[in-house]
């Protein structure tokens, strides 16, 4: 190696503390090359190379499976021994096939780095493939694929300790493998969504589709005359939300979202305990970053955000008694809300930034290929 790279931290130590990544004396690796399926700043102290779908592949946008499984072939044949491969998890089917293609004993096997892993978006229900109609992809099969292709990253990040807890224990994966990082919140990282200088309202916020609970919600502020806007932009969504007089039901998209999650009071998110995910993450992040506490009712990530009575309220799922009682405490007292706030805002400016999340992962990456470069030429000798 043509650098020293010995007070890096190593992979067991960031494990147990992500922060050791932001260590300014951090050095680069030479001779790792980083590719993705997606595309990262120019900006990065660490570049990334963008694998953009080729012509032909870009032929099958119309068929979504053949698109990934090609895109996934390739990036992997984009990478030699020195190139890890980054992989963002929310693009559900090419991390399934690169990861099925790492499996396959006639290839070289390529170093694969997974993050934000989508897998139980994958499993659903049994459903029959549209263009083999005769077929069942049976949900037992999809599970088997899931792990085998899990089983072939290197590493995989997690936005929540109970999610990597959740994702080693359902797949029977090593829980060295799975790396805990924050996520981030991502209207500190544009120009229009800063913060906005809007007169603050007299009302509750609470946002997103994604496994709400907004019966536990709606429930909490029954029969109190404090004003609820709850923003849902799926339909389907909006349609499960009960009728009250103080409880106005609409769909926002950014940056209508951003302005009432910037002009409430406090924000509230109300999440469904289910499955190996979370939720919310960046709803957390991105209303705190506007100087509002955050009620969260939250069994899988929120405490790893929230700072318990300083920058907000982490309450069991479906807790509505609890829930109204911190939304009452919280109400009655504008001078602590106020307090909160800033102490919200500058706990996700330290924490939470979309550079910081950026700099953790492909510090991280590169800490992973330089460890496997170490550990080949150490069996070479």
């Known amino acids: 190696m043509n650098n020293d790279t010995s007070n890096n931290p190593t992979l067991k130590q960031v494990h147990e503390n992500y922060h050791l990544l932001e260590s300014a004396d951090f050095v680069i690796p030479n001779n790792i090359r980083l590719i993705s399926n997606v595309r990262f700043s120019e900006k990065n102290e660490i570049s990334v190379r963008y694998i953009a779908p080729n012509f032909f592949i870009r032929l099958f946008r119309r068929l979504p499976l053949f698109f990934s499984f090609f895109h996934a072939l390739q990036i992997f044949f984009s990478a030699d021994s020195q190139t890890i491969i980054l992989i963002d998890g929310s693009d559900k089917a090419v991390w399934l096939f690169t990861g099925c293609l790492n499996r396959i004993f006639f290839f070289r096997k390529r170093t694969l780095f997974l993050w934000d892993i989508f897998v139980e978006y994958i499993l659903g229900t049994e459903k029959k493939i549209k263009i083999f109609p005769f077929l069942k992809f049976k949900t037992k099969w999809k599970e088997y694929l899931a792990r085998n292709a899990l089983l072939s990253y290197d590493l995989l990040v997690q936005w929540s300790k109970k999610q990597v807890s959740s994702h080693a224990d359902y797949y029977r994966l090593p829980e060295e493998k799975l790396f805990f990082l924050p996520f981030k919140s991502n209207h500190s990282n544009s120009s229009k969504l800063r913060q906005y200088d809007l007169h603050v309202g007299k009302f509750v916020f609470s946002g997103g589709n994604g496994k709400r609970d907004y019966k536990c919600l709606v429930d909490a502020v029954k029969g109190t005359d404090i004003p609820v806007i709850i923003s849902a932009t799926d339909p389907d969504v909006r349609k499960t939300i009960e009728y009250l007089p103080n409880v106005i039901v609409l769909g926002a998209p950014e940056p209508a979202f951003a302005q009432l999650q910037a002009a409430s009071q406090f924000v509230v998110i109300p999440m469904i305990h ?98 496997k470069n170490s550990r080949n030429s150490t069996q070479g000798d």
């Open 274 to 371: 289910s499955g190996l995910k979370g939720g919310g993450e960046t709803n957390v992040c991105n209303a705190m970053w506007h100087s509002k506490p955050v009620i969260a009712c939250c069994n899988m990530a929120a405490e790893d955000y929230i700072i318990e009575g300083e920058t907000g309220f982490v309450i069991p799922s479906g807790d509505s008694e609890l829930l109204r009682r911190r939304i009452l405490e919280l109400w009655n007292d504008p001078e602590r809300v106020a307090e909160m706030g800033k102490k919200a805002h500058a706990h996700v400016k330290k924490n939470f930034t979309h550079d910081l999340l950026t700099l953790r992962l492909l510090r991280l990456a590169m800490i992973l290929g330089d460890e």
